[in-house]
């Protein structure tokens, strides 16, 4: 009797889970340029997810987005136009150039979730309020994420941010240092007495 080895079970594919259109979902994923201290210049608080196409988290983010998908087209296919929010990190601009440059995004897919209002921040195994200045571009987090279709002046399906649950500092951080302190660099520390433990 011929059985399946550990390492093709492993491997298989997570079943597509049941999620209707209404549903909260909680994705586990990598961050990138988390926008959660402040509204960004479009008025809204946003994040980056990445996520392994083949993982759970994708199946379901995948099944979001489909059941909204079926409100705007009931046959499941969408017409030319239509803005898909899951995309792929090795996705090129008009130009040639790959729209997502870092390393981190190679073969996997990228979703962009946001908010009008400032989402909650957690942490640790007993979901303790943390302050909104601690997912940093490059770590491990849970999305708690709905969804949304729409038609206007484009199609589609969008992603509202609801919280995040920050799991663990990222391997490295995603992209450049950010403009985080910038500014400083003009500021004359001579006579300023900083703190020091």
């Excluded at 994040?47 to 993982?55: C, H, M």
Aim: proline residues 6%.
């Amino acid at each position: 009797m011929v059985q399946k080895s550990t390492a093709t079970r492993a491997h298989s594919k997570p079943e597509v889970p049941e999620v209707q259109s209404g549903d909260e979902i909680s994705v586990k994923c990598k961050i990138a340029y988390p926008e959660l201290t402040e509204q960004n210049d479009n008025g809204v608080y946003q994040i980056l997810g990445i996520v392994e196409p083949d993982s759970e988290s994708a199946a379901k983010l995948k099944a979001l987005v489909r059941s909204n998908l079926e409100t705007l087209y009931p046959n499941g296919i969408p017409k030319a136009g239509y803005w898909n929010p899951i995309r792929s990190g090795d996705e090129l601009k008009g130009d040639g150039e790959l729209a997502f440059k870092d390393e981190a995004f190679r073969g996997q897919l990228v979703f962009r979730a946001k908010t009008k209002f400032q989402p909650k921040v957690y942490r640790g195994a007993h979901r303790d309020q943390a302050e909104a200045s601690l997912p940093r571009s490059g770590d491990h987090a849970i999305l708690a994420i709905t969804a949304y279709a729409y038609r206007n002046a484009s199609t589609g399906v969008g992603l509202s941010l609801n919280s995040v649950w920050w799991v663990k500092p990222g391997e490295r951080p995603i992209g450049g240092a950010g403009k985080g302190g910038s500014s400083f660099s003009t500021v004359n520390t001579a006579d300023i007495d900083f703190y020091e433990e």
